[in-house]
């Protein structure tokens, strides 16, 4: 049986998609984009890791079968022509995989102009590539792809005693789809807005289910993996594909591990948990992390630095607005963090005399040590510019070059993250010993004069809130 096939409007998407591509390529003397999937990739002895297609091959075509490979011509005057190579129909294969679409029924469903083999791929290719100016592919993004992308140029010019010219340039098709995929869509966010609102269901579901289950403990006693079990649950029982990323339940001290996955610890009611989890829906991600006292109430400690984060937080999403720099919400966060670190004890007065200096001696990096943000889109942390394209880099007075970060506009969709993360030492104070806090949304930045869009709210973050959630 064939899957489902996606929608019409998000077909006619894809096509609009190729021909703005086609435009950006045009505007620069036009050539054919080669744009593979991503390859099947093997777990152990026969059993693949479970397939996710390559995000830019699916932007431009909603088609998520492994082995295929989209061939996109446009010519100067901005004319394109879409060529999808995939696997042909094989009655054999198809017992054991499932469907496959085959070239014919492909190029039909899915609205390309022409479909082949994908084993045709090295013979066809050098036909696509004789006479234009120039190929694009994406630089470094698939292992050996430069490889090919040779042959089938090497191939091209083994015809130039046919008066057959082969591209003379190349250009990384990333640097225009980055830009395109940085501005989503109203469809877009509203696939993000569906998996945001899964992922604080989950959210929910963990700390009820862990409230519940300090009460009432499982037989082996509450442990990491049974909190991510709730969240799995979550994300499948409402049609989620997968996590959008290894999950990271930390209990306690296991929280200052920035990239801890979910293992095996007990959690104990005293303890904060951490969980940064979250589902990806219909190729789009989120990513959420809530921090919550596994008994259900904050401590004393607990609760003065979760106040600090949860108000560095509605500070950096206040900054979240068009216009306004990306790197921004960070700055805004880091000196609510700085002030915390400095009322705490964290930074010592006598080596910090104020938010300020915090900053200059970079002493907050020992309790803050990653940035505040990141685009999301198809991948967590997904493409785009850093910097605002066409600004002049700036010499700083040691020498260092810096771009400007970019400015945020409407569509543009990123985390705000910020975090403490206390690890037992001498010379810190011991209540805050092991304490590791971390409160992520993901946000859309709205037009002018607009707060941005919080695409994660339903997931509880004030105290009280969380309190109040998990004493029901
Ligand atoms: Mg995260
Ligand atoms: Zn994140």
Redesign the pocket.
């Known amino acids: 049986m064939p899957p489902t096939l996606p929608d019409a409007a998000l077909l006619a998407r894809c096509k609009a998609r190729r021909d703005q591509l086609a435009r950006h390529m045009a505007a620069a003397g036009g050539g054919v984009a080669l744009l593979p999937t991503a390859p099947e990739v093997l777990r152990n002895r026969d059993v693949d890791y479970p397939y996710r297609h390559d995000s830019y091959f699916y932007y431009l075509t909603a088609f998520t079968e492994p082995q295929a490979l989209l061939a996109l011509q446009a010519n100067a005057a901005g004319q394109s022509r879409s060529v999808l190579f995939c696997r042909d129909k094989n009655a054999e294969r198809e017992i054991w995989d499932g469907y496959r679409w085959g070239p014919e029924a492909a190029r039909e469903a899915f609205g390309f102009d022409a479909a082949l083999s994908i084993d045709s791929l090295d013979a066809e290719l050098p036909k696509l590539l004789a006479d234009q100016p120039a190929v694009w592919w994406p630089f470094a993004v698939h292992k050996g792809f430069e490889t090919r992308v040779e042959g089938w140029l090497a191939a091209v010019r083994a015809q130039a005693r046919n008066a057959v010219t082969a591209p003379h340039t190349q250009h990384d098709v990333c640097a225009l789809l980055d830009d395109m995929r940085l501005f989503k869509d109203d469809d877009e966010l509203g696939v993000i807005r569906r998996a945001c609102a899964i992922s604080a269901q989950a959210h929910v579901r963990a700390m009820q289910a862990c409230a519940r289950s300090v009460r009432q403990p499982p037989p082996q006693g509450l442990r990491e993996y049974h909190l991510e079990a709730e969240l799995l649950y979550t994300f499948r029982q409402h049609g989620a594909q997968s996590p959008a990323?290894g999950s990271?339940v930390a209990a306690g001290a296991n929280a200052c591990v920035l990239h801890y996955r979910a293992g095996d610890a007990a959690v104990r009611a005293d303890d904060l948990v951490l969980i940064?989890a979250?589902c990806e829906l219909d190729g789009y991600a989120s990513?959420?992390?809530r921090t919550f006292p596994a008994g259900g109430r904050f401590s004393g400690a607990q609760r003065d630095l979760y106040a600090v984060v949860l108000a560095a937080q509605a500070a950096a999403l206040d900054a979240c607005r068009d216009g306004a720099r990306f790197t921004d919400p960070h700055d805004a966060a880091l000196r609510v963090l700085a002030q915390g670190m400095l009322d705490f004890g964290l930074v010592p007065r006598d080596t910090a005399a104020d938010v300020d200096a915090v900053l200059a001696t970079g002493a907050y990096k020992r309790f803050y040590m990653h940035r505040t943000s990141h685009w999301m889109g198809m991948d967590?942390h997904d493409c785009g510019d850093y910097a605002e394209p066409g600004q002049a880099i700036d010499i700083l007075p040691d020498g260092s070059r810096k771009r400007p970060a970019r400015i945020l506009r409407p569509g543009m969709v990123l985390?705000i993250?910020p975090g403490l993360y206390v690890r037992a030492a001498d010379d810190v104070p011991a209540a805050f010993h092991g304490i590791g806090i971390r409160i992520?949304d993901d946000v859309a930045i709205r037009a002018a004069g607009q707060p941005c869009e919080v695409l994660t709210a339903d997931a509880p973050k004030t105290i009280e809130a969380i309190e109040e959630l998990m004493r029901g």
């Open positions: 990323y990271i940064d979250a990513d959420i992390t967590v985390t993250e992520e």
